[in-house]
């Protein structure tokens, strides 16, 4: 598994679109399908799962 020390142990949705170079529109939508774990804290704030943010963003495959 690739490590990524800039990635914070919660990442906002900001931070997880950055990661995979995507838009936070996308990144909600990976979490309403349930392929992203995230949680609410408080009203507002929605913190991903660190795990599951890089477990997403690994390659498939291998090309030669």
Same mark, same amino acid.
């Not at 949705?13 to 979490?31: D, E, F, G, M, V």
């Not at 804290?41 to 690994?58: F, N, T, Y």
């Given at each position: 598994?690739? #490590?990524?020390?800039?990635?914070?142990?919660?990442?906002?949705?900001?931070?997880?679109? *950055? *990661?995979?170079?995507?838009?936070?529109? *996308?990144?909600?939508?990976?979490? @309403?399908? !349930?392929?992203?774990? @995230?949680?609410?804290? !408080?009203?507002?704030?929605?913190?991903? #799962?660190?795990?599951?943010?890089?477990?997403?963003?690994?390659?498939?495959?291998?090309?030669?």
């Amino acid at each position: 598994m690739f #490590d990524f020390p800039a990635l914070p142990a919660q990442p906002t949705i900001a931070q997880a679109a *950055h *990661h995979l170079n995507c838009s936070s529109t *996308h990144i909600r939508r990976l979490i @309403a399908s !349930g392929q992203l774990k @995230a949680r609410r804290i !408080g009203v507002r704030a929605i913190r991903i #799962d660190r795990e599951s943010l890089l477990k997403l963003g690994q390659p498939v495959g291998g090309a030669r």
